[in-house]
């Protein structure tokens, strides 16, 4: 009987061990990545489709955003970076979830999405544009659109906003995506297609498209791309601008927007770039 006692005491401590054990990893899981100083994988949101900022070509990603996503991971210790696609209807959602750790995605920072969110950065300061023929000398900025055919992407406001503040004569043409907007102008079917001017630069970029298109550079509106973080994430919003800064410092910031839309020509505006991130909160 005490042989059997024992056996069954032992029995007991281990499975209370294994359900310990159970405890702890389940306490610690963090699907898109653990703390920054932990090192290990992580899982970064960025959008697959936009040329020259974030776009999946075969097996690789890349772009200025996705290029600062990789520079900020590295700085922050990760050694394994997973990217996954974060359309703009669903970043919020994927932040909350846990399903990314950080998302670099041409994601401005706004008092509402502030409610749902924190954000590092901000990154870069974009400002909505207009995208024309290089040749095009009649259209200089969105009060020039008057009897022009001006194209912008279904459910975006930003053709819309110039008719209504700038040209109430454009003719407004819509498409289902920004590629076909830009085919269009490159055919000649339309004058203007318009959004943030650096996503406008990363379509001119494109090898079929340079020494073609061009932004026109008289932007109209401020877009302050931050750095998505779970909400109230204070030590990684501080970990987040500290490799921000020193991204601009060294150089690499400038260099990454070289090699992704400098092809197209385009100058940010150097009275907000590169921008100085905001105090963490």
């Keep these: 009987m005490r042989t059997i006692t024992k056996i069954a005491g032992s ?5 209370l061990t294994l359900a310990m054990a159970g405890c702890v990893n389940e306490e610690n899981a963090a699907p898109a990545g653990d703390a920054a100083s932990s090192g290990g994988p992580v899982t970064i949101g960025i959008k697959f489709d936009q040329p020259g900022l974030g776009q999946q070509v075969g097996n690789d990603y890349q772009g200025f ?12 210790g990760y050694t394994d970076v997973t990217f996954k696609e974060s359309p703009s209807a669903q970043r919020e959602t994927l932040l ?3 399903q990314v750790k950080m998302i670099f995605a041409t994601y401005s920072i706004t008092d509402e999405r502030k409610q749902k969110v924190s954000f590092g950065g901000p990154y870069f300061v974009a400002g909505q544009d207009l995208l024309v023929k290089t040749g095009n000398t009649d259209i200089t900025g969105p009060d020039a659109l008057n009897g022009k055919k001006l194209c ?17 004569g454009v003719q407004l043409q819509e498409f289902d995506t920004y590629s076909k907007c ?16 650096v996503i406008l630069a990363g379509f001119a970029a494109q090898s079929q498209y340079q020494g073609k298109l061009k932004v026109v550079g008289a ?16 030590a990684l919003c501080e970990s987040v601008n500290g490799a921000i800064q020193k991204m601009v410092t060294d150089g690499s ?11 197209s020509g385009f100058t940010p505006d150097a009275a907000t770039n590169p921008p100085k991130p905001d105090a963490c909160s």
Excluded: C, H, M
């Design 11 to 15: 029995t007991a401590a281990a499975a």
């Design 65 to 76: 955003d996705v290029t600062v996503a990789r520079y900020v991971a590295k700085e922050l």
């Design 96 to 98: 909350q979830s846990g």
């Design 152 to 168: 912008s992407v279904t459910g975006s406001t930003s053709a819309q906003k110039i008719k209504d503040n700038y040209a109430s």
């Design 182 to 197: 830009v085919q269009a102008l490159n055919s000649g079917t339309i004058d203007a297609v318009t959004t943030d001017n």
């Design 219 to 234: 932007p109209f509106s401020e877009e302050r791309y931050g750095v998505g973080i779970k909400q109230g994430d204070t």
């Design 253 to 263: 910031w400038q260099k990454a927007l070289d090699d992704t839309v400098g092809a």
